[in-house]
T-cell receptor, first 112, second 113 residues
């Protein structure tokens, strides 16, 4: 799996968009970008994933650069409940064992 | 639709005691996983199952056993608990091996004294 680099922490004002970057310069052609988050004392929660096209769902948008070496998770209107650690994971679909490897992640603090 | 549930939520054991953690999912998922998370660290895969009656070792399987007798349930057993097994245990499930979209339970906080 390709290595990812994320900022350690970020702040965002409530109601504003939160833009969380992730660098994955060694990503290969068959690797997807996944985003999960973990709110304190809870299990990780899947947010979104994509291969090369931008994706949007009810939780967030995922913007992947054309060269696929970086991506940005966008929470359009952050709320206090979005305070969590956000993990960017790059994986090949169908990897044996299907183990998710969570790195350090970005600790997002949404402030009133 | 409860998703993934885990019982118990909390447990305190003495060294050498045994216990079983239960994970249940109602999404008809084929794949189920047990992870542990130590303070300030990421998840580490203990064991996983690709279907009813099958199990496989993950990254840190020593000291744990698992069983998948029914598709919806995945049990994690500690035969002789050790303080090093103090952790938060998360169960997860996914639809298929091709899906890296895993759905996690709320966790079980285990302390071994």
């Amino acid at each position: 799996d390709a290595k990812t680099t994320q900022p350690t922490s970020m702040d965002c004002a409530e109601g504003r968009a939160a833009n969380l970057p992730c660098n994955h310069s060694t990503i290969s052609g068959n690797e997807y970008v996944y985003w999960y988050r973990q709110i304190h004392s809870q299990g990780p929660q899947y947010i979104i994933h994509g291969l090369k096209n931008n994706e949007t769902n009810e939780m967030a948008s995922l913007i992947i650069t054309e060269d696929r070496k970086s991506s940005t998770l966008i929470l359009p209107h952050a709320t206090l409940r979005d305070t969590a650690v956000y993990y960017c994971i790059v994986r090949v679909v169908g990897n044996a064992g299907n183990m998710l490897t969570f790195g350090g992640g970005t600790r997002l603090m949404v402030k009133p | 639709n409860a998703g993934v549930t885990q019982t118990p939520k909390f447990r305190v054991l003495k060294t050498g005691q045994s216990m079983t953690l239960l994970c249940a999912q109602d999404m008809n998922h084929e794949y189920m996983y047990w992870y542990r998370q130590d303070p300030g660290m990421g998840l580490r895969l203990i064991h996983y199952s690709v279907g009813e009656g099958t199990t496989a070792k993950g990254e840190v399987p020593d000291g744990y056993n698992v069983s998948r007798l029914k598709k919806q349930n995945f049990l994690l057993g500690l035969e002789s608990a050790a303080p090093s097994q103090t952790s938060v245990y998360f169960c997860a499930s996914s639809y298929s091996l091709r899906a890296n979209t895993q759905y996690f339970g709320p966790g079980t906080r285990l302390t071994v004294l």
